[in-house]
């Protein structure tokens, strides 16, 4: 294993309200700091947190999401991850 931080769609594209994105890896939690305004060392696991989402330079809002975390290794892939619940279809 490489140990690689991945992200992925993980609902299917177009087809539904709301997509799910998860980041997987040692550095999920990179995405909280750099898109979004919360503190990622306040960040607790399996609680739901409603934010903006921005670009990574933070010039442009995105859209807003439900982010969710679940530390390793007590999440699916036993790795950290970070889920953000956004605007889905096309």
Known sequence: ???QTIYALSTVFGKSGVAV???SGDKALDVVE??????PRAI???YAYFTNLYS???ARLLDK???LYFKGP????????V???IHGSK
């Open 1 to 3: 294993m490489d140990n």
């Open 21 to 23: 994105i998860r980041i």
């Open 34 to 39: 750099k898109m979004t305004e919360l503190n």
């Open 44 to 46: 607790q696991p399996r």
């Open 56 to 58: 990574a330079d933070k």
């Open 65 to 67: 999401c439900l982010l």
């Open 74 to 81: 007590n999440s699916f892939t036993g790795e950290d991850i």
């Open 83 to 85: 889920e953000l619940q």
